[in-house]
């Protein structure tokens, strides 16, 4: 019953879908408004996903862990954001939810997300991650893909998160206006978030995720009752097939052109970024939407090393990359 008022909350405060005809092929998809989303905003325009029969409706939230909340109850048939401390524990407590497809990984020369420290502390020399020992770092939340990155990039120092104070804002629009307040020391954010600041000049990028740890940051997620819906559930991995074939193509491959323009120009619509911060934090993910192999799991065995967690969770109870599998043998 508390997952269900909370994600009720979730929708009203974040966004609720529009209501209209051919409901019956809608799919209520829960993302949020930035760059690493914009596979699926340049699907739904280009009606990729109607070309197979159904139809994303988006429902916005402002950080990744109530989208997994809204996928246990059903409230959601399709999450498509980051992987969560969150997520595993919902997936360890029995409830299924499956991870199906690649959304975003963090990758050198495409880096998703980034920690920044603020413009004056950085200007007094506070540069490097041994430099904000004892310092405020914010995150959207506690057990978020932000936490993770800010734990692992500390470990990769030889210094543990004990050594910072993480503070947990619960939005990315919270981080950035905290840091411009100097209530935040740094923050660990995404884009077009990191841009923004950049542009702002309330803060500097001191580690770049992708070019210090690569990772499966974001997938598709599907809710139990929707991977049983078995047809509607690979016919969404084709509309997303697709999309992800255009979106690496135009964005990844060749980087320029009409084709990159249009997709610059429907995320920025989506998100409601300019398309000059868009262009420098496109993401990388996988052309055929395939996963890192064995990511999932040296995730949750972090997760459950620091405590939050669980249990660690064997691959196999969490990633099903067969409707995958299925939509690409019915696509050239």
């Known amino acids: 019953m508390r997952h269900v008022v909370v994600v009720g909350l979730a929708v009203l405060l974040f966004g609720c879908p529009a209501s209209g005809e051919g409901e019956e092929r809608k799919v209520k998809l829960g993302v949020l408004k930035l760059t690493s989303s ?22 916005y939230f402002q950080a990744a862990q109530p989208i997994a909340v809204a996928l246990a109850s059903g409230d959601l048939e399709v999450g498509a954001t980051g992987l969560t401390a969150g997520l595993y524990n919902i997936v360890a407590g029995g409830v299924k939810i499956w991870i199906v497809a690649d959304k975003g990984r963090e990758w050198p020369d495409h880096n998703l997300t980034a920690l920044l420290v603020r413009k004056d502390l950085y200007d007094a ?22 936490h993770y990155n800010v734990g692992n990039f500390l470990e990769k120092e030889g210094m543990a998160l004990a050594d ?9 629009g919270s981080l ?31 580690v770049r995720t992708g070019d210090t740890l690569p990772w499966q940051i974001a997938t598709v997620m599907y809710s139990e009752r929707f991977a049983r819906d078995r047809a509607r559930a690979v016919a969404f991995m084709k509309g997303y097939v697709k999309s992800s074939r255009h979106y690496f193509d135009a964005v990844l491959k060749v980087k320029q052109g009409p084709q990159y323009d249009e997709v610059l120009a429907i995320t920025a619509k989506y998100t409601g970024a300019s398309p000059d911060l868009i262009r420098k934090g496109f993401p990388y993910q996988d052309r055929d939407g395939r996963l890192m192999p064995g990511d999932v799991g040296r995730q949750t065995a972090w997760w459950f090393k620091h405590g939050l967690i669980k249990a660690p969770i064997p691959e196999k109870d969490i990633v099903d990359e067969s409707f995958l599998r299925e939509a690409l043998r019915g696509m050239k």
């Not at 914009?38 to 429902?59: D, I, T």
């Not at 840091?179 to 600041?197: Q, Y």
């Open 125 to 146: 020399g506070v540069r490097t991650l041994r430099e904000l020992r004892g310092r405020k770092i914010g995150v959207t939340q506690i057990g978020s893909t932000f």
């Open 176 to 206: 950035s206006d905290a840091l411009a307040a100097k209530r935040l020391d740094a923050v660990a954010t995404a884009e077009p978030f990191v841009s923004r600041i950049e542009a702002a000049g309330t803060g500097v990028t001191i």
């Open 38 to 59: 914009a596979v699926l905003f340049l699907g739904a325009e280009k009606g990729y996903f109607k070309e197979f029969g159904v139809e994303p409706e988006f429902v």
């Open 164 to 172: 910072v104070e993480i503070v947990p804002l619960q939005a990315l």
